[in-house]
C-alpha cells in the first residue's frame, strides 16, 4: 500500500516538474500569425499552412486568419495548401522580432481531369497527426446519411454501429464496445446520460453537430475513466466571421414513421462578441416494420398495418452560445436543453406481453401511452482559450443534468400489494426515474519546445444521482472521478511522428442504501414473517489507475504506417456494484457485484493507407486483451420474490480476448464515377469464467458496403451526387445466452442530393432511400433482437437545408 502511494506521489512530481521545466526553456521560440485571401481579396477558411522542419501546422478560420502558439526558429520554409488554389510554397527566416507575415494572396486552381480529392483537408491531417485510428465527418455526411438520431447517422463508417431503440433513438457501438465503455464529449464536455441502460439514447440534436471526431480504440489517457473502447467527440461550431449575421434552415420528412420536423439556425458576430442559437423539434409515429406478426417469447403478437406499436415520439431541442473572441482569447458559454418522449413497443415491456389493449394502441399511430419514457438533458458549460507566451490554455467548467422518467401501467409483482397505494411517495404510472446532476472542470495546457509539441491537462468531474418510482433496478449514488496526463507529439523529421503519453486517474463511488417500500414474506427454520427487504447496502468503493500510450507515424509520401500501444481502464458502475431488480425490458433480474475489479484494456492499433490521385485504400486491424472484462452472466437461480420467477442474471468478470480491423477502399473510375468497399471484422472471445468460449453480447458480425457514386455536372447545380450502397451482413452464429443467432442479410440503400444556387446562397437538397427492398432482416446489435424484431421496412427521407446570411 505505501509502496502504491509513493508511486503515485512520484509520477504527480514528475508530471509538474515536466510542465515547469518545459515552460522554463521555451524563450527561444516566437509567435506567427498572418491572412489568407483569394487574389480577388476574399478571405480563406480551411487553408493548411505547414511549417518545416518542425511540420507544424495550422489551419485559417473564417477571416483567413492562422496563428502559430509558439515557433523554432529554425523554421526554414512555409506551405500553403487549399483544395481549390494553386499550391503555395516560400523560404521564411524567423527572428525574434517577427510576429506577422505578409498577407497571402492564392490564385484559382483550374481542375484538371485526372484530379480526384478522395479527403478533405482537414480529415487528411488530422489522420496524419494521430497514432490511433481516427474518423473525422462533417455536417455534409450527416445531412447526405441522416437517419433517426446521430448515431444511426454515423454506421456507415466501418467500425461504428448503433444499439437502436425504435426509430428515434440510439446509442453508440465502437468495434462492438459500448454503454459506459465509449466516451462522447459535446463542446468540450463529456455527456453523462443514463448510458448504462439498452435503452437509454443520446440526448445529441445531431442538427446541431458540425464536426465529429471518432477514435476507435482505448482513448483513456485523454478522456480517463469509461474510454475503454473509444471516444465520440462532436466538436464546437465555429465562430462566425467577423460583421456577419445569418443562419439556416433544415426541414426533414421520412415516409417510414411519418416523420416530420425541422431545425433553425441563426448566428452573428460584430467584431468581437458573437452568438449563435438553434432550435429543433420533430415528431414521428410508430415505425413500420416489414412483417405482420411478430413473436414475444413464443407468444405471437399480430401488427396492425405493419405499425409496431407505440413506438411515436417527439422532441424539442434549444441550443444557444455566446462569447467574445480575439487573436489570443476566447471564450464561450454553451447552453442546451434537449427533450425527447418516446414510446416502449407496448408488447415488449413489463412481466406480461399479452396484456395490452391493442384497440386503444392501434387507433392512432402517433399517440404516445404507456410504456412511455421521458428525458430532458439540460447543459450549461464554458470553454476559455487564451495565450500566456508560449502556452496555448484552456479552460472548461460544466453543468449537466439529465432527468429520465419511464412510465407504466403499475403492474404489482412478487410480494407488492394488487392496488396501488394511495399515500405512495411515487406517482402510480412512475415505474422509475434517474436524477443525475454532473459537475465537471478542466484545465489543458498545450505547448511546443523544438520538435516537441505537448499537451498537460487536469480534470475532475463530481455526479449525484438519486432515483424514484415503484420499480427498483440501481440504487442512487455519488461519484467523483479526477485525473491528469501529459502528451508528447514529437515530430523528428517530414516523415516521423512519435505519441507519447501517461496519465494517472483517481475515483470513488459511493452508493447509498435501499429498502423496499413493501413487505415480502421470508421463511427461516419453518417460520414465516413479513419484513422489508434490502435491495442494496450502503458501499463506499474508491479506485486509481495508471495508464500510457505510445505511437508512431511514418509518412514517406502516398504511403502512410501507423502504430499504437497502450492501456485502457474503466470503472465499475453503480450497475455493475448494486443492481438488484427485474429488468422488464429484458424479462430477467440483474444483481450487482460490489467486488468488482476495475476494468483493463491492453490494447495494439495499426494503420496502413496508400493514397494515389484515382485510388486509395486505408487498413486498420487491432488486437485486445481484457484481463478482468465485466459481463452479465445468466445463472441457474430464479428470482422468488420479485417476479414470476424470472432468471437471475449476476455481474462477473473474466480474461477477453478481441481483435479485427476496418478496410476502406476508393477508386475513381472516370471523373464522375467513384466506388468504395467498406469492410469491418471483429472477433471477440472469453478466455476464462463462466462464459469461457463463449463472445460478448451485441458482437457485431463482419459486413461490407459496396457503393457506386455519380457526380454529374449540371447546370446551375452543384454538387451533385447519386449513390447507392449494397450491405451485405454475415451471420452472427457466435452468441452469448440469452442472444440468439442472427441469419445473414443483403440489403439495398439509395442517396442522392445537390446544391442549388439562389443569390450568394446555395440550398441544398438530399433524399435517402434506405431499405429500398423493404427487405425483412435482423440487426444483432439491436435492442429488439431478443424478440427477433426486424429492421424497420423502406424508409424515404427528404432533407432541405436553407443557409441565409442577412447582413455581411
Known amino acids: 500500500m505505501k509502496q502504491n502511494k509513493s508511486n503515485r506521489l512520484l509520477l504527480f512530481y514528475l508530471l509538474f516538474f515536466c510542465v515547469a521545466f518545459f515552460s522554463k526553456i521555451t524563450a527561444q521560440q516566437v509567435s506567427l500569425s498572418g491572412n489568407v485571401f483569394s487574389n480577388d481579396k476574399k478571405p480563406l477558411e480551411g487553408a493548411v499552412i505547414t511549417l518545416y522542419p518542425s511540420h507544424t501546422t495550422a489551419i485559417t478560420n473564417k477571416e483567413g486568419h492562422f496563428y502559430f502558439n509558439k515557433l523554432a526558429l529554425d523554421s526554414k520554409r512555409m506551405t500553403i495548401k487549399h483544395p481549390d488554389y494553386v499550391h503555395y510554397e516560400v ?21 484538371q481531369l485526372q484530379e480526384v480529392v478522395i479527403k478533405d483537408s482537414y480529415e487528411a491531417r488530422r489522420k496524419k497527426e494521430e497514432s490511433l485510428n481516427i474518423e473525422v465527418v462533417n455536417s455534409s455526411f450527416i445531412q447526405r446519411n441522416l437517419g433517426g438520431s446521430l448515431m444511426q447517422s454515423l454506421q456507415r463508417i466501418p467500425g461504428v454501429k448503433t444499439i437502436s431503440i425504435g426509430s428515434g433513438g440510439s446509442k453508440p457501438l465502437i468495434r462492438g464496445l459500448g454503454f459506459n465503455q465509449v466516451v462522447v464529449v459535446e463542446n468540450g464536455i463529456r455527456h453523462e446520460g443514463q448510458q448504462w441502460g439498452a435503452d437509454h439514447g443520446l440526448e445529441i440534436d445531431q442538427y446541431s453537430v458540425n464536426r465529429v471526431e471518432i477514435i476507435k480504440g482505448p482513448s483513456s489517457f485523454i478522456y480517463g475513466s469509461d474510454a475503454i473502447g473509444g471516444a465520440i467527440n462532436i466538436k464546437p461550431v465555429p465562430v462566425p466571421a467577423k460583421h456577419t449575421f445569418g443562419g439556416s434552415a433544415d426541414f426533414t420528412a421520412k415516409s417510414n414513421n411519418e416523420q416530420f420536423g425541422g431545425s433553425l439556425n441563426l448566428f452573428g458576430r460584430n467584431e468581437n462578441w458573437f452568438f449563435d442559437t438553434r432550435i429543433t423539434s420533430m415528431e414521428y409515429g410508430d415505425y413500420r416494420v416489414p412483417t405482420d406478426t411478430v413473436h414475444v417469447y413464443n407468444y405471437a403478437v399480430p401488427l396492425y398495418k405493419n405499425h409496431l406499436r407505440n413506438t411515436a415520439g417527439r422532441e424539442l431541442d434549444l441550443h444557444a452560445s455566446f462569447g467574445y473572441a480575439t487573436e489570443k482569447f476566447k471564450s464561450v458559454v454553451y447552453m442546451s436543453n434537449v427533450y425527447t418522449k418516446s414510446g416502449f413497443f407496448a408488447n415488449a415491456h413489463g412481466l406480461e406481453p399479452r396484456k395490452v389493449d391493442a384497440a386503444i394502441h392501434d387507433k392512432s399511430s402517433r399517440d404516445v401511452l404507456l410504456p412511455s419514457q421521458e428525458v430532458t438533458h439540460t447543459k450549461i458549460s464554458n470553454t476559455t482559450n487564451f495565450q500566456a507566451g508560449n502556452h496555448r490554455m484552456e479552460t472548461q467548467i460544466g453543468f449537466q443534468k439529465n432527468f429520465r422518467r419511464e412510465w407504466s401501467h403499475y403492474v404489482n409483482h412478487g410480494y407488492m400489494p394488487p392496488v396501488y397505494p394511495e399515500d405512495m411517495y411515487a406517482p402510480q404510472d412512475l415505474e422509475r426515474q434517474y436524477d443525475k446532476e454532473v459537475f465537471s472542470a478542466a484545465f489543458k495546457d498545450e505547448f511546443s519546445i523544438a520538435n516537441h509539441q505537448l499537451t498537460f491537462g487536469v480534470n475532475a468531474e463530481q455526479q449525484q444521482n438519486t432515483i424514484d418510482g ?95 500501444a497502450g492501456t485502457s481502464f474503466r470503472m465499475p458502475i453503480a450497475k455493475e456494484l448494486a443492481s438488484n431488480g427485474v429488468n422488464y425490458h429484458y424479462f430477467r433480474f440483474e444483481k450487482g457485484n460490489p467486488d468488482l475489479s476495475p476494468e483493463r484494456s491492453y490494447q495494439l492499433d495499426l494503420g496502413l493507407e496508400w493514397q494515389e490521385s484515382k485510388w486509395s485504400i486505408q487498413l486498420s486491424p487491432f488486437f485486445n486483451y481484457f484481463p478482468n472484462y465485466i459481463y452479465l452472466n445468466p445463472t441457474s437461480k430464479l428470482d422468488v420474490y420479485y417476479g414470476a420467477g424470472n432468471q437471475v442474471f449476476e455481474y462477473e468478470q473474466s480474461r477477453v480476448m478481441r481483435y479485427g480491423g476496418e478496410l476502406q477502399t476508393k477508386f475513381q473510375f472516370h471523373k464522375n464515377i467513384s466506388a468504395e468497399i467498406l469492410a469491418e471484422y471483429l472477433y471477440a472471445e472469453q478466455v476464462s469464467g463462466n462464459k469461457k468460449g463463449y463472445t460478448l453480447p451485441f458482437s457485431p458480425p463482419a459486413s461490407v458496403l459496396f457503393g457506386l457514386t455519380y457526380n454529374p455536372e449540371i447546370k446551375n447545380v452543384t454538387d451533385t451526387y447519386f449513390t447507392i450502397d449494397y450491405r451485405v451482413t454475415a451471420a452472427q452464429n457466435q452468441i452469448v445466452p440469452p442472444e440468439k443467432k442472427t441469419a445473414a442479410s443483403q ?3 439509395l442517396a442522392m442530393g445537390t446544391k442549388v444556387k439562389t443569390g450568394k446562397q446555395e440550398l441544398a437538397i438530399s433524399l435517402q432511400v434506405q431499405n429500398l427492398f423493404n427487405t425483412r432482416y435482423l440487426n444483432h446489435t439491436s435492442f429488439y433482437r431478443l424478440i427477433e424484431l426486424p429492421e424497420a421496412g423502406r424508409n424515404i427521407i427528404l432533407s432541405l437545408k436553407i443557409p441565409f446570411i442577412i447582413h455581411q
Not at 523560404?91 to 481542375?111: G, R
Not at 494517472?504 to 413487505?519: A, H, L, M, P, V
Open 91 to 111: 523560404k521564411i527566416s524567423l527572428d525574434k522580432n517577427m510576429t506577422q507575415l505578409p498577407d497571402v494572396f492564392l490564385t484559382p486552381e483550374i481542375k
Open 470 to 564: 415503484w420499480s427498483f433496478l440501481i440504487p442512487a449514488f455519488k461519484q467523483f472521478n479526477a485525473g491528469l496526463f501529459l502528451y508528447d507529439k514529437i515530430q523528428l523529421n517530414d516523415l516521423w511522428l512519435l505519441h507519447g503519453a501517461v496519465r494517472f486517474d483517481y475515483g470513488s463511488i459511493k452508493i447509498k442504501q435501499y429498502t423496499d417500500w413493501f413487505e415480502s414474506q421470508i421463511t427461516t427454520n419453518n417460520e414465516t414473517n413479513s419484513a422489508y427487504l434490502n435491495r442494496s447496502e450502503n458501499l463506499d468503493r474508491k479506485f486509481d489507475n495508471f495508464s500510457w500510450s505510445a505511437g508512431v507515424n511514418y509518412t514517406p509520401g502516398k504511403l502512410s504506417l501507423k502504430a499504437n
Open 747 to 749: 440489403v439495398f440503400n
